[in-house]
C-alpha cells in the first residue's frame, strides 16, 4: 500500500445511532475533534437526537470513551441546520440508517458542501459501495471508500476498508493508517461485496450453530460452553456475544444478507419471536440472558421461560480445557457423544463455507483470519485453524491453502515478541520470565506465567535483576518491561503465598519478600540508563508499582490500572503508597498556597478505594499515568513505540534524583481518620475497612509528630510495617482466602 500524503485532524460523522455515537466517541477518546449530526429534533431541541447519541454512549456498559472528559472534542448538531460544519472536516463517515436511498440522498448533499479533498465512507454492515455511489461524480467516487467498524468499535479492533474500483489509492492508504495508528483499529482490505469479510464468516457461522443446536437438542448453556474458550473464542461464545450485539441487528444483518446473496442466512423462530416481542440482548434487559439481580438466567428456547446457568462440565472437557489451543482444536472434535459431533459438524460446514467464499470476498487468507480474529475475538483465524486440525488429522491441504493469496501476517512496524523468538533472539529465559533482543542496543524482559495473570515472584524479581546487570554489562541502550498476553500485565503480587505464609507464621519470610520486591522496583530509577514499562491489560498491585517506577511509561490504550490491595485487607508495600504521596506532593510544588494535606488524601482516595482505571487515559487522570507518559492506541505497535522511547531517553539519561519530601504528620493523620470514621457512621465501610484506612493514613502522614522531611526510604519502611501488620490479621486472610477462590472481593 502506498505511503498516503493526505492528513486528517477532524472527523464528521452523520449519524448518532449506537453506531455513529460510539465511532464518535472512538476518534475523540484519540484526541481527534469530531463533528457529529443527526436528524432534527423538535422546536425545543433540534438538536436533541446528537445530544441523546452522546449520552448513550456516555451511559454504555461498555464504555465507549476512554475518558469521558474526552466527550468535550465532539461538536453536536443536525443535518438541516449545520450539514455545512462538515466544510473543514477531513474524513466524513455516515452511519444511518441501513437503507440504500437514504444514503445516496445523503451523498448529493454531501458533495455540495465537504471540501473537494474530503474523504466520504459509509459505515455500512453490508450495502455494497459501488450501489452507494451511483450517480456521483467521478471527484466524490475517487474520495469514497467503505470503512465499517464493529460495535462495540472502542472493544472489536477490526475495520474493514472496502475500496471500490474507483477510490484513489491514496485515499485508501490513508484511512488505513489513520484507523490503524491513530484510532487503533486492526484493519483489513476487503471485496466489495455483501457483507464484506467478517459478517459473511461470522453470522453465517452463528446461523450454523442455532440450527446445530436444535439438531443435536443442546442448551443455551452448553452451546456456550462449548463455541467459547475451550476452542479460542471470547467468553461470550455465540449467544452472550449475540446479546451483546443485539438480536434485532443480527436479525437485520442476516435478512440483509439473505437478500443480496441469495444464500440461506434465515435464523430460527423462536429467535425471530425473541426479536418480535423486544427481546433484543443487553439493551432491552434480555435476550438469550437476562439479569436477575446479580445472577445471569439463561432463556429455555422449549418454553420461553429464564432458567439459571447450568455449567457444563464433563471429565473429557476437564482434561482438555487447559491444554494449548493447538492441542485442543484437534482434542475437542473427539469430545464423546453430542458435543463432539456438535463441534465436528459446526467446524466441518463452516470450513467448506469457508473456502468455498474466501476468493469472492477477501484478497488473500491472512484478511479472512483478522477479520475473525479482530471482529469476533477469536485467537486463532479460521484458515490458521484449518491448518492446525488438518495436520492433527492427516488431511490433504486443500486447493485454496495452495494457490489463494496467503497475504502478509505480520504487521509492517509492529514488534512481534513470538516472531523474535522464532529468530532466536532470546537472551535469557526461565520458567517465568524472558530477555529478549529488540535490536539497536535495547532489550526486553517479558512475563511469561501468563497462567497465573503474570504474578510477581521470585523468577520474575530475578530476571529483573539479571536484566538491570546486562543492560549495564553489555552496553545496551536501556531495557524495555512489557508482554503480550491479552489480559494482563501483571495483576500483581502472588497472593497465594502471600497467604500460606502469613497463615504459617513466617514474619521474617514475608518481611524479606517485601523488601526484595522493594529494591527490585525501585532499581528502574537507580540505574545510568533508561527503564520504560510498556502495560496492556491489568496492571494491577505490584504490576502498578513497576509502571509508577518507570523512567517513562508507554500505556496501552486499554490499560487497566489500580493499586487494589485494598480490596484484599492490605496497602500496597512495594512503593506504590510512596509513590503516589511523593508524585502528587511533588506536583503542588509550584503552587506557593497549594494546601500540601491534598496529596496525601488524593492517594488516599485511590488506595482506600481500590479504584482501578478503565483506560490509558482515565489513568492519566487518575495521576498512575504522568503527563509526559504516553499512549499507544493500537497493541500491535506498543513495544516498538516504548523501544523508540528508550532509543529517544539513552543518548542523554542522567539517573533521576529523588530528593524528600515534607508530610504533615498527626494533622493528616488526623484528617484522614475523621474522613475514615465518616464513612463508617454512614455504613459505607466495615470495621475492618477502618483499620486498613488507620494503616493507610499512618503511612501517608508519614507516622505520627509534627510536619517534618522524609525520604524515600523512610515511607518503604512505613508500607511495609503496615503491610506486615494487615497480614496477621484474621480478616485479612479471610479477604485473601476468598479472593483467590472466588476473583471476587469479600467485605467483612
Request: hydrophobic share 40%.
Amino acid at each position: 500500500m502506498s505511503t498516503p500524503t493526505r492528513y486528517i485532524r477532524r472527523i464528521g460523522v452523520v449519524g448518532a445511532g449506537t453506531m455513529g455515537a460510539a465511532i464518535a466517541a472512538l476518534a475523540a477518546s484519540a484526541g481527534v475533534p469530531v463533528v457529529l449530526l443527526d436528524i432534527p429534533g423538535d422546536e425545543r431541541d433540534r438538536n436533541g437526537p446528537a445530544k441523546r447519541g452522546i449520552d448513550r454512549a456516555l451511559k454504555a456498559k461498555l464504555e465507549a470513551f476512554m475518558d469521558r472528559e474526552r466527550a468535550g472534542l465532539i461538536t453536536i448538531g443536525n443535518t438541516e441546520d449545520d450539514l455545512g460544519k462538515f466544510g473543514d472536516c477531513d474524513w466524513i463517515i455516515e452511519a444511518i440508517v441501513e437503507q440504500l436511498e437514504p444514503k445516496r440522498a445523503l451523498y448529493e448533499r454531501l458533495e455540495g458542501i465537504v471540501s473537494p479533498t474530503a474523504i466520504v465512507s459509509s459505515n455500512t454492515s453490508g450495502i455494497p459501495m459501488r450501489q452507494l455511489i451511483e450517480g456521483r461524480s467521478e471527484s466524490f467516487r475517487r474520495r469514497f471508500v467503505g470503512a465499517h467498524f464493529f460495535n462495540p468499535p472502542r472493544y472489536l479492533r477490526l475495520l474493514e476498508l472496502i475500496p471500490t474500483d474507483d477510490t484513489d489509492p491514496d485515499v485508501l492508504a490513508t484511512v488505513e493508517r489513520f484507523g490503524r495508528r491513530v484510532l487503533g483499529k486492526g484493519t483489513v482490505i476487503a471485496k466489495d461485496v455483501p457483507g464484506f469479510i467478517g459478517n459473511r464468516i461470522g453470522l453465517y457461522g452463528i446461523v450454523q450453530t442455532l440450527r446445530l443446536m436444535e439438531r443435536f437438542e443442546l442448551s443455551i448453556d452448553e452451546v456456550d460452553a462449548l463455541t467459547g474458550p475451550l476452542i479460542g473464542r471470547p467468553r461470550s461464545a455465540t449467544f452472550r456475544t449475540a446479546d451483546i450485539a443485539g438480536l434485532d441487528v443480527i436479525a437485520h444483518v442476516t435478512t440483509q444478507l439473505a437478500e443480496t446473496t441469495g444464500e440461506d442466512f434465515a435464523l430460527p423462530e423462536w429467535v425471530n419471536a425473541l426479536v418480535a416481542k423486544g427481546a433484543l440482548g443487553e439493551k432491552s434487559g434480555a435476550g438469550f440472558y437476562r439479569r436477575d439481580g446479580r445472577n445471569i438466567l439463561t432463556l429455555d428456547p422449549a418454553t420461553g421461560e429464564y432458567e439459571p446457568q447450568a455449567e457444563l462440565r464433563t471429565p473429557e472437557i476437564g482434561a482438555i480445557v487447559k491444554l494449548p489451543l493447538e492441542q485442543r482444536l484437534p482434542a475437542v472434535l473427539d469430545l464423546p457423544g453430542k458435543y463432539g459431533e456438535f463441534l465436528t459438524e459446526l467446524f466441518q460446514t463452516t470450513t467448506h463455507y469457508l473456502i468455498e467464499r474466501t476468493p469472492e470476498i477477501a484478497y488473500d487468507l491472512a484478511s479472512v483470519d483478522r477479520a475473525m480474529e479482530w471482529g469476533f475475538g477469536w485467537e486463532m483465524g479460521p484458515f490458521k485453524q484449518l491448518q492446525i486440525i488438518g495436520t492433527a488429522r492427516g488431511w490433504p491441504e486443500p486447493g485454496l491453502l495452495q494457490n489463494f493469496p496467503a497475504g502478509n501476517t505480520t504487521v509492517e512496524g509492529a514488534i512481534s515478541l513470538k516472531v523474535l523468538r522464532s529468530e532466536g533472539k532470546i537472551v535469557r529465559e526461565a520458567k517465568e520470565a524472558a530477555l529478549l533482543d529488540l535490536g539497536d542496543g535495547v532489550l526486553l524482559l517479558e512475563f511469561t506465567s501468563g497462567a497465573r495473570l503474570n504474578a510477581l515472584g521470585e523468577g520474575i524479581l530475578r530476571m529483573l535483576d539479571t536484566a538491570m546487570k546486562l543492560v549495564e554489562s553489555d552496553g545496551y541502550a536501556g531495557l524495555v518491561i512489557a508482554n503480550e498476553d491479552q489480559r494482563a500485565f501483571s495483576a500483581g503480587a502472588n497472593l497465594a503465598l502471600v497467604l500460606s505464609l502469613a497463615q504459617e507464621g513466617a514474619w521474617d519470610e514475608i518481611d524479606a519478600s517485601i523488601r526484595s520486591f522493594q529494591r527490585a522496583v525501585t532499581s528502574l530509577r537507580r540505574v545510568p540508563f533508561p527503564v520504560v514499562v510498556a502495560p496492556a491489560g491489568m496492571a494491577l498491585g505490584g504490576g502498578a508499582e513497576l509502571v509508577l517506577h518507570a523512567d517513562h511509561v508507554q500505556a496501552h490504550a486499554e490499560a487497566y490500572i489500580g493499586l487494589v490491595e485494598a480490596g484484599v485487607g492490605l496497602i500496597p508495600a512495594g512503593g506504590g503508597t510512596k509513590e503516589l504521596l511523593m508524585r502528587f506532593t511533588r506536583d503542588l510544588t509550584p503552587y506557593n498556597e497549594a494546601d500540601t494535606f491534598e496529596a496525601a488524601r488524593r492517594a488516599f482516595m485511590l488506595i482506600g478505594m481500590a479504584e482501578t482505571s478503565t483506560s490509558a487515559l482515565h489513568a492519566r487522570r487518575l495521576g498512575f499515568l504522568r503527563q509526559g507518559d504516553r499512549v499507544t492506541m493500537n497493541r500491535d505497535y506498543l513495544i516498538a513505540d516504548a523501544k523508540a522511547a528508550v532509543l529517544a531517553l539513552a543518548p542523554d539519561y542522567v539517573t533521576p534524583m529523588s530528593p524528600p519530601i515534607t508530610v504533615l504528620g498527626r494533622e493528616t493523620l488526623g484528617n484522614l481518620r475523621y474522613g475514615v470514621w465518616s464513612m463508617r457512621e454512614a455504613g459505607q465501610i466495615t470495621d475492618h475497612d477502618v483499620e486498613i484506612g488507620h494503616k493507610l493514613a499512618y503511612v501517608l502522614a508519614g507516622g505520627d509528630g509534627p510536619p517534618r522531611e522524609v525520604t524515600e526510604q523512610d515511607l518503604l519502611d512505613l508500607e511495609r510495617e503496615a503491610f506486615l501488620s494487615l497480614a496477621g490479621t484474621r480478616k485479612t486472610q479471610e479477604r485473601i482466602a476468598h479472593t483467590l477462590k472466588t476473583g471476587k472481593p469479600l467485605r467483612n
